[in-house]
């Protein structure tokens, strides 16, 4: 499980996705479901990003490298008035291709990344401060493409090769390592992430501290690619994943000096994803005509297309407390106990159309 200022990511790859500014990490090993309000089996990574300062303070560093490679980061932080502090933060990261895609010239797996992070940061009144961020993150690139390496003695090779059916024939790359690949136009990929929390502590009468964790997430993927590895558009693929979620997390703890220390709370957490689509603007698959003229245009038939579409839900309430008791100097004994519901629903729609 990721966590970023105490907000649970529902997904991994997005929780670590181009952070600015990190301060700690944090790795707790599983299971935990005791302390933090999700539980997660394997485990926690837990990232804490640097917090507004007192002070104005300002940070720039730019990496460059072959391949047209800048990276840029820049920050910002110090006082707007009397108790409220901010801290922006953004990133550039740009690469060229490091292939050639012989369909149209092209270069692909290059980077085009840009991540932006506002944070607020209230203390001005005492025993109580809000913390308040909000980020978003984009990378549009033609990526996600490997050498389009063909074995000329394979079935497909030969037929690419003209040898099974005269007339359907492309050029064949026989080297699987030398960057080149065959791809039509369509492949793409993009990858869209924003969000944000909000986090309270209040402390009461200097012996408890009460936390509210509130977050929203969401992101969405787009990718688009010509399977067939050839100069021939046979078959074209795109998914499509969206996904929103919102946590809520109550905390309340012991402070601490005392040889009893304990932490109880209560954790809400509601998501929604979409994968693949209906919309036959950008169908799953579609039968290209690279087929035609050919026997298989019988069973491939040009301009066919599939679409599919998948929704999921989840939604689950948990409460936990873990507690240590130092019985000597040298031994603790401590104890954790959970209770969580669970509820997970789908749906998945399929359409076929025949060209």
Do not use: C
Request: without cysteine.
């Amino acid at each position: 499980g990721i966590f970023s200022d105490d907000m649970f990511m529902p997904r991994s790859v997005f929780g670590l996705s181009d952070l600015l500014d990190i301060e700690q990490i944090e790795v707790l090993l599983g299971p935990q479901g005791t302390l933090y309000g999700k539980n997660t089996n394997s485990g926690v990574i837990s990232v804490r990003t640097r917090k507004p300062s007192e002070v104005f303070e300002g940070n720039i560093e730019m990496s460059v490298g072959n391949y047209g490679l800048i990276d840029t980061k820049l920050s910002l932080s110090g006082p707007i008035v009397d108790g409220l502090k901010y801290r922006i933060s953004a990133r550039s990261n740009r690469r060229d291709g490091i292939m050639e895609n012989d369909a149209n010239g092209q270069d692909l797996n290059q980077v085009d990344k840009q991540s932006y992070r506002a944070q607020l940061l209230w203390d001005g009144i005492e025993k109580m401060t809000v913390h308040a961020s909000a980020f978003y993150s984009l990378a549009d690139s033609r990526a996600n493409s490997g050498d389009g390496y063909t074995d000329p003695n394979s079935t497909y090779g030969l037929l690419l090769s003209g040898s099974i059916i005269p007339g359907f024939s492309s050029p064949l790359n026989i080297d699987d390592d030398d960057r080149r690949a065959f791809q039509n136009d369509l492949t793409d990929s993009m990858v869209e992430v924003s969000g944000g929390s909000v986090v309270v502590n209040y402390d009461i009468d200097d012996a408890y501290q009460l936390k509210s964790i509130t977050g929203y997430q969401q992101w969405e993927q787009i990718a688009e690619r010509d399977s067939g590895q050839s100069l021939l558009r046979t078959l074209d693929l795109s998914n499509e994943v969206e996904e929103n979620s919102f946590s809520q997390e109550l905390r309340l703890t012991s402070i601490g000096g005392e040889s009893l220390e304990w932490m109880a709370g209560v954790f809400y957490f509601k998501s929604h994803l979409t994968r693949g689509s209906m919309d036959s603007d950008r169908p799953y698959a579609v039968i290209g005509d690279g087929f035609a003229g050919t026997p298989f245009a019988l069973l491939m038939k040009p301009g066919s297309q599939a679409n599919w579409q998948s929704d999921f839900e989840t939604e689950s309430l948990a409460f936990f407390g873990q507690a240590s008791y130092g019985v000597t100097e040298n031994i603790t004994l401590t104890a954790g106990v959970r209770h969580g519901t669970e509820e997970k629903s789908f749906v998945v729609d399929t359409h076929v159309h025949v060209g």
